[in-house]
């Protein structure tokens, strides 16, 4: 019952999200026609996806690593796992309701068996992956706002809106990567203390003190590295690719977006796929594309006739290019990393037959 009342709920939500986004921006979930005037720009669209998936996958290798050391000296987090469960994982983040799939990543990173990483230490280098990668996005979409801003063509009050929307989650991402920083320099001592909080349920208590200690002992993992820069540089590449790969499909269905537009628009869209919403974030995703195509497309009242029909045509084959590669991009992806999910386990089992090492 708990597991049908979600997927209804979640499609409730995406039927009320899609109104929205058609009632206020005229987004069409299925438009009537998808026009492709470049079609060089969709195809690089399509093969940016790879190195897109790829850096999205391996960059947690910078936190990882660290874990796998200090359990067991001059070993890293296999690699064959590491990019198997990035793949699969995005997969099935698309496709369970209310982004539950988010769980996915450090399940499968635990699977992986490696020394020093458990589940309490997956969750929390892809929370802090999921923090940095916040904080970004609101950076992005304040800085491309303000380049952006002879571009920007929408009413006032909806640039305000996403300016607010864009603050307040700019605030609860670097609240939590304060947080995370604090954390780091004492884990025993957060652990201890949330314990303390929740010392009227003692067993409670002292489950949740050490799943905190343990998350934050992977926050100082990775500060004791030395790794955050070199995560927040792998993640900038991984954005930038991001916001290349969305301006090619501005470019092959003949929307006019300049870099910096490209960049605020994927922001907004971040930002509005981050709300819980129905599977393959049908709703969310057209309501930050909607949004964005509000404030930086030449408005369709303005143009007659024949015109406004290809405008139309252009801006909605955007909308539904974009909501679509993804999703085709991630069953692309899940193939091969189910693959190597394969290769990593068949490796487990080997060297447990073998017998440890000497």
Same mark, same amino acid.
């Given at each position: 019952?708990?597991?049908?009342?979600?997927?209804?709920? $979640?499609?409730?939500?995406?039927?009320?999200?899609?109104?929205?986004?058609?009632? +206020?921006?005229?987004?069409?979930?299925? =438009?009537?026609?998808?026009?492709?005037?470049? %079609?060089?720009?969709?195809?690089? *669209?399509?093969?940016?996806?790879?190195?897109?998936?790829?850096?999205?996958? &391996?960059?947690?290798?910078?936190?990882?690593?660290?874990?796998?050391?200090?359990?067991?000296?001059?070993? #890293?987090?296999?690699?064959?796992?590491?990019?198997?469960?990035?793949?699969?994982?995005?997969?099935?983040?698309?496709?369970? =309701?209310?982004?539950?799939?988010? *769980?996915?990543?450090? /399940?499968?990173?635990?699977?992986?068996?490696?020394?020093?990483?458990? %589940? !309490?230490?997956?969750?929390?280098?892809?929370?802090?992956?999921?923090?940095?990668?916040?904080?970004?996005?609101?950076?992005?979409?304040?800085?491309?706002?303000?380049?952006?801003?002879?571009? &920007?063509?929408?009413?006032?009050?909806?640039? %305000?809106?996403?300016?607010?929307?864009? +603050?307040?989650?700019?605030?609860?991402?670097?609240?939590?990567?304060?947080?995370?920083? @604090?954390?780091?320099?004492? =884990?025993?001592?957060?652990?201890? #203390?949330?314990?303390?909080?929740?010392?009227?349920?003692?067993?409670?208590?002292?489950?949740?003190?050490?799943?905190?200690?343990?998350?934050?002992?992977?926050?100082?993992? &990775?500060?004791?590295?030395?790794?955050?820069?070199?995560? %927040?540089?792998?993640?900038?590449?991984?954005?930038?690719?991001?916001?290349?790969?969305?301006?090619?499909?501005?470019?092959?269905?003949?929307?006019?977006?300049?870099?910096?537009?490209?960049?605020?628009?994927?922001? /907004?869209?971040?930002? $509005?796929? +981050?709300? =819980?919403?129905?599977?393959?974030?049908?709703?969310?995703?057209?309501?930050?594309?909607?949004?964005?195509?509000?404030?930086?497309?030449?408005?369709?009242?303005?143009?007659?006739?024949?015109?406004?029909?290809?405008?139309?045509?252009?801006?909605?084959?955007?909308?539904?290019?974009?909501?679509?590669?993804?999703? @085709?991009?991630?069953?692309?992806? !899940?193939?091969?990393?189910?693959?190597?999910?394969?290769?990593?386990?068949?490796?487990?089992?080997?060297?447990?037959?073998?017998?440890?090492?000497?």
């Amino acid at each position: 019952m708990r597991r049908v009342a979600l997927w209804v709920g $979640s499609v409730v939500a995406s039927i009320v999200m899609l109104w929205v986004a058609r009632a +206020q921006f005229g987004v069409q979930l299925v =438009p009537d026609d998808v026009a492709i005037v470049d %079609v060089t720009a969709l195809v690089a *669209a399509c093969v940016l996806h790879v190195p897109y998936a790829v850096l999205r996958a &391996l960059r947690l290798q910078v936190g990882l690593d660290p874990l796998v050391a200090a359990a067991s000296p001059g070993d #890293r987090f296999d690699r064959r796992a590491l990019l198997g469960s990035g793949f699969v994982s995005f997969l099935v983040l698309l496709v369970l =309701p209310f982004k539950l799939g988010e *769980a996915s990543r450090p /399940i499968l990173l635990a699977r992986a068996e490696q020394p020093g990483v458990g %589940v !309490a230490e997956a969750v929390g280098v892809v929370g802090l992956e999921r923090v940095i990668d916040g904080v970004l996005i609101c950076a992005m979409l304040f800085g491309g706002l303000a380049l952006a801003h002879a571009d &920007l063509v929408g009413a006032p009050e909806q640039l %305000v809106l996403v300016q607010r929307f864009g +603050q307040w989650m700019g605030v609860v991402f670097v609240a939590a990567l304060a947080f995370a920083l @604090l954390a780091a320099r004492d =884990p025993a001592a957060w652990g201890a #203390r949330i314990a303390r909080w929740l010392a009227w349920q003692p067993r409670l208590a002292s489950w949740v003190g050490a799943v905190v200690e343990r998350v934050a002992e992977s926050f100082a993992a &990775l500060l004791g590295a030395r790794r955050l820069g070199v995560l %927040v540089v792998i993640s900038l590449a991984y954005w930038a690719v991001t916001v290349a790969q969305l301006g090619a499909v501005a470019r092959a269905c003949g929307v006019d977006l300049s870099w910096a537009a490209a960049a605020a628009t994927v922001a /907004i869209i971040g930002l $509005s796929i +981050q709300l =819980p919403g129905g599977p393959a974030q049908t709703g969310t995703f057209q309501v930050g594309a909607g949004a964005a195509m509000a404030l930086f497309v030449h408005d369709a009242d303005a143009l007659e006739g024949t015109a406004r029909l290809a405008h139309a045509a252009h801006v909605h084959g955007f909308v539904a290019t974009m909501f679509a590669l993804p999703l @085709l991009g991630a069953v692309a992806m !899940a193939v091969p990393g189910l693959w190597l999910l394969a290769r990593a386990r068949a490796a487990r089992l080997a060297a447990g037959r073998e017998g440890p090492a000497p």
